[in-house]
């Protein structure tokens, strides 16, 4: 491609910050609806020429999708009518008046809905098809587009050869050869083409000509471009909306980093000495602690809260990991802390920090279900799930070194024999660009939340835990809200003056299984609480205005979080540049999930941790509980307990008992490295409860803690391996 213009300048750090936003539920970036700076697509265009191939095999490729989209949903309407003749066989069994009946009716006109949607879907593939039909579909791609942005001009060349020069002269030559096998092969400099690594704006198509083998030609001017929601541009139905990306080739360097005492940066590799676990940690929903363990499984300590403040009851805090070393002192400190106020200057309820931070934690892990895993246990009202405690790291990533202005004018600049300055990117380089670590609506998406690591190796005063805010939903201010708009639909059917939010508030209908619009949705709501994701998602584009604008006219009151604890919809978005370090993060994790990082200028990148890592010391971890004095016979331990396959508890108390010896007890150690004499009674030996009297010759009060860990030697239903 060739350029018909010059125009380039040096390009502002905060400039995709300033004009884009990356959207929570979105996977690119969109125009920030309160742009500080106008975008002047118009006035500084650059006009850009060349030829392509054009291919025809589109339209197969169109049928084949139509086809399979019909077969999902013939598939869907099956089951439809099946549950729709469930309903009304168990409707026709239903006495008048009766509650079921209500219910088989909800249910009835809720698939009689979905059946009338899926008719139209249907029909939206047949008037699809019918248009394949009478039309021809010819494939273009702009070739070269990146390169002339880049100031380089694709052309056919040959390989540099001085097959009659002297030796040092063919040497030269094939040194060149070899330079340009890494991919300038095929390009030249163009220095009148204008700079831009940086792509963004609107595309439009100005002239087109279309050549047949036969090199008979036909003259085209575009005005009418049909093309996605996504890139369409208000107002100019001719242009097609380019939303910013990076001419030349990048990566995001997205890597688990090795587990190290130190702040070196080295990534996680295959060796099981890289692993990039520090540890583990497991909320105990009983005790209310968070319990931590070491990357191989063995306990460590835990965070209790008892009192006014938290503490922590375990190892030396100097001989833990270092990235957990850090969390439990974050915790204690974010403990003394005082709440975030409102306005009013009131605080929070009178939560404790560390209830709170479990709280927040076991929400995000509700949200995570990895594909490959079993539901939860039976123990889950007991304890969550372990996180495993991980370091990772972001960069951006060009591909070889930062592109330069090839224009005359750069060149001079830089050979000025009186300063003469170095090669200019005009900026390009730094700057910055949206990231987004987790993904709230994923399932396999195993991120619980993160703490950014700062250039001390800290860890960031505020914890962003992968959940979305939640609102206390206002009934009065909804209702008048639902007012004003059924007035506004009554005065004119036409609505050529309705607001913005009113268009938002239909489109509800088309996501909503009972046809309800948003307002009504709200007031319908049965705890009155609803959260920013479930009012987001269903929007195509512009779910945060929707949630936004209903908490700025009062129909919705934000819950008011602690300093600390930041969440997923209001944390503030991360960014970096491609001439920035890496960024670092400390992180808790559903070891059997993905981590995916979305930006908008490349596609989503995920990593997952390797099973090596982790199966060993899932095997190896325990969780205690601490139990109160429990009224048994001397000789024997009755407790009754609650038994699954997965798990076997025991009893562990700091005395001997009296029917063991003294050569069976297990050694335990203490906080300072002391042997301590224990007991430990294993779940065979423990007895539940007597349902009737019985006069044993002594009762004794124990205090200890129950144990419960993964059994190694679980059985199996498989008659093979019995």
């Known amino acids: 491609m060739h350029s018909a213009t010059k125009s380039s300048g040096h390009y502002d750090e905060r400039f995709i910050l300033t004009n884009y936003l990356l959207g929570e539920n979105e996977p690119d970036l969109n125009d920030d609806p309160k742009l500080t700076s106008p975008l002047a697509l118009a006035k500084t265009d650059s006009i850009y020429s060349g030829s392509t ?59 009689r809905q979905e059946m009338a949607q899926l008719v139209a879907e249907l029909d939206s593939a047949d008037r699809a098809e019918r248009f394949l039909d009478s039309h021809d579909l010819l494939v273009v791609t702009l070739n070269g587009f990146n390169a002339a942005l880049l100031q380089r001009h694709e052309s056919i060349q040959l390989n540099p050869a001085d097959p009659l020069g002297f030796a ?21 400099p163009d220095p009148h083409a204008p700079f831009m690594p940086l792509r963004s704006g609107a595309l439009r198509m100005m002239a087109l000509r279309l050549v047949d083998i036969f090199g008979r030609f036909t003259d085209l001017t575009p005005y009418d471009v049909a093309t996605a929601l996504p890139m369409e541009v208000p107002d100019h139905g001719d242009w097609v909306r380019l939303p ?55 306990r460590l300590g835990a965070v209790y809260a008892r009192g006014v403040q938290s503490f922590w009851d375990g190892l030396q805090l100097e001989t833990l990991p270092l990235r957990l070393r ?54 889950s009202v007991l304890m969550g799930r372990p996180m495993a405690v991980v370091q990772f790291g972001v960069e ?53 939340g993160y703490w950014g690591i700062d250039r001390d190796g800290l860890l960031s005063d505020a914890f962003k835990v992968n959940d979305s ?35 938002k508030n239909e489109e509800w209908r088309l996501y909503d299984p009972q046809g309800r619009t948003l307002f009504e949705f ?71 999930g993905l981590v995916h990082l979305s930006s908008g200028i490349q596609p989503v990148k995920a990593i997952q941790l390797p099973d090596r890592f982790i199966n060993d ?30 798990f076997s508890w025991s009893w562990r108390e700091a005395n001997h008992w009296p029917s063991i010896s003294m050569a069976d007890q297990p050694p335990v150690i203490d906080q300072n490295g002391q042997p301590v004499t224990a007991t430990e009674i294993a779940e065979q030996d423990i007895k539940p409860f007597q349902a009737v009297a019985f006069f044993p010759p002594r009762f004794v009060l124990r205090e200890g803690h129950l144990v419960l860990k993964p059994r190694t030697d679980q059985p199996t239903d498989d008659p093979k391996e019995k």
């Open 617 to 646: 010391a899932l095997a190896r971890i325990e969780m205690t509980f601490s139990i109160a004095p429990v009224l048994t016979p001397e000789l024997e331990l009755h407790l009754s307990l609650p038994k699954e396959q997965a």
């Open 396 to 448: 951006l990533e060009l591909k070889g070194l930062p592109a330069v202005n090839n224009s005359w004018a750069a060149l001079i600049q830089a050979v000025q024999p009186a300063q003469p300055a170095p090669s200019s990117t005009d900026g390009f380089d730094a700057v910055q660009f949206y990231y987004r670590l987790g993904e709230y609506r994923q399932r396999n998406d195993g991120l619980v």
């Open 244 to 298: 910013p990306r990076l001419a030349q080739p990048a990566r995001w360097n997205f890597r688990f980093l090795q587990a190290t005492q130190g702040n070196a940066v080295t990534e996680s590799q295959s060796h099981p000495a890289s692993s990039p676990v520090h540890g583990w940690v497991v909320p105990n929903l009983l005790d209310k602690s968070l319990d931590f363990f070491d990357p191989e499984g063995r």
């Open 469 to 503: 805010v939640s609102a206390a939903i206002v009934p009065d201010q909804v209702q008048s809200l639902k007012d004003e708009y059924d007035r506004r639909v009554q005065k004119d059917a036409g609505q050529p003056d309705r607001q913005w939010l009113d268009v």
């Open 326 to 379: 850090q969390m439990v002192e974050w915790l204690l400190a974010a403990d003394q802390e005082s709440a975030q106020p409102n306005a009013g200057g009131e605080s929070v309820d009178d939560v404790h920090f560390l209830d709170e931070f479990i709280e927040d934690i076991e929400e995000a892990m509700d949200n995570i279900h990895p594909d490959d895993r079993e539901g939860q246990s039976a123990f």
């Open 522 to 592: 709200l007031l319908e709501e049965q705890d009155e609480t609803v959260k920013k994701q479930d009012i987001i998602q269903p929007f195509v584009r512009e779910g945060s205005r929707v949630w936004d604008g209903l908490v700025d006219r009062g129909c919705l009151m934000e819950e008011l979080p602690f300093n600390r604890i930041h969440h997923y919809a209001e944390a503030s978005q991360l960014s970096i540049s491609a001439a920035d370090e890496m960024q670092q993060f400390v992180a808790l994790l559903d070891p059997h």
């Open 53 to 111: 191939y054009v291919n025809q095999k589109l339209d197969d490729r169109y049928r084949a999708l139509l086809q399979r989209f019909r077969e999902l949903q013939e598939a869907r309407r099956k089951t439809l009518q099946s549950a729709l003749e469930k309903v009304d066989a168990s409707a026709g069994g239903a006495s008048e008046g009766d509650s079921t009946d209500e219910d088989a009716q909800t249910a009835t006109g809720q698939t």
């Open 168 to 188: 040092e002269y063919k040497a030269f030559a094939q040194d060149v050869t070899e330079t340009l096998r890494g991919g300038f092969k095929g390009v030249s």
